[in-house]
């Protein structure tokens, strides 16, 4: 798992990734949670996450949004943090030109930088938010939302209420063209303690899904 250093607007960006040989292969981008908060690109579940899309074929990278770890800068409250994230896809897709399918995956307010990209990029293909703050942030930009995909949240999340991602879904899943699952876990917080493995085996399941019958999530 090489351990590499990326040119980014704010200067270095700390990254881990994982190719594959195989030419064309699948992408996954991988985004930690809030900065400020303990985020990093070491949590249990966002290693958790990489490994798994790696698993599944992925050419695979986690970073350290500015600030965090021995990436330079400082915590930009999302601007920046989107910045950062668009200039890791660059060099992704410098390195492994035309993949297949590409992911962005974020949690919590990785979800919300993940869920800007995505309307900045069409090269990506598929989505996976955990736990989406849509109680603290605007995701209004989704207007329309370019691409399916999956939102995972607790029921018993304290920080960000079930009932706001519902809205949130309720809002996405209305347009047409793409489709949105929406899986809640059960007894799940927002930090989905004790539960990573259930977290990952759902988005395990979906991504793989996708990737083998993709017209069926048009």
């Known amino acids: 798992m090489p351990d590499i250093i990326l040119p ?3 200067g270095r960006i700390e990254a881990r990734y994982q190719k594959q040989k195989t030419p064309g292969a699948p992408m ?20 958790d996450l990489f490994h798994m899309f790696h698993g599944l074929g992925c050419t695979t990278v986690r970073f350290n949004f500015r600030g965090v770890g021995r990436s330079q800068g400082t915590f930009d409250s999302g601007a920046g943090e989107l910045s950062d994230a668009a ?18 995956c974020g949690i919590s307010f990785g979800a919300w930088i993940g869920m800007q990209l995505l309307m900045r990029r069409p090269e990506i293909t ?7 703050p849509a109680s603290m942030y605007d995701f209004a930009f989704l207007a329309p939302c ?13 920080v960000v ?12 899943t209305a347009q047409k063209g793409i489709k949105i699952t929406y899986e ?35």
């Open 161 to 172: 209420p079930e009932p706001d991602v519902q809205k949130l879904v309720d809002r996405l």
């Open 146 to 158: 370019p691409a399916s995909g999956l939102i995972l949240h607790g029921t018993k999340d304290l």
């Open 126 to 132: 598929g989505f996976v938010s955990i736990a989406p």
């Open 8 to 10: 980014g607007p704010a």
């Open 87 to 104: 200039a890791v896809l660059d060099w992704m897709n410098t390195l492994y030109p035309n993949p297949s399918f590409v992911w962005i």
């Open 184 to 218: 809640k876990l059960e007894g799940a917080n927002h930090f989905f303690d004790k539960k990573e493995a259930e977290v990952v085996e759902m988005v395990k399941e979906y991504v793989n899904e996708r990737m083998v019958h993709p017209y069926d999530h048009r």
């Open 28 to 47: 996954a981008l991988v985004l930690h949670s809030h900065p400020q908060f303990g985020g990093t690109m070491n949590n249990p579940l966002v290693y």
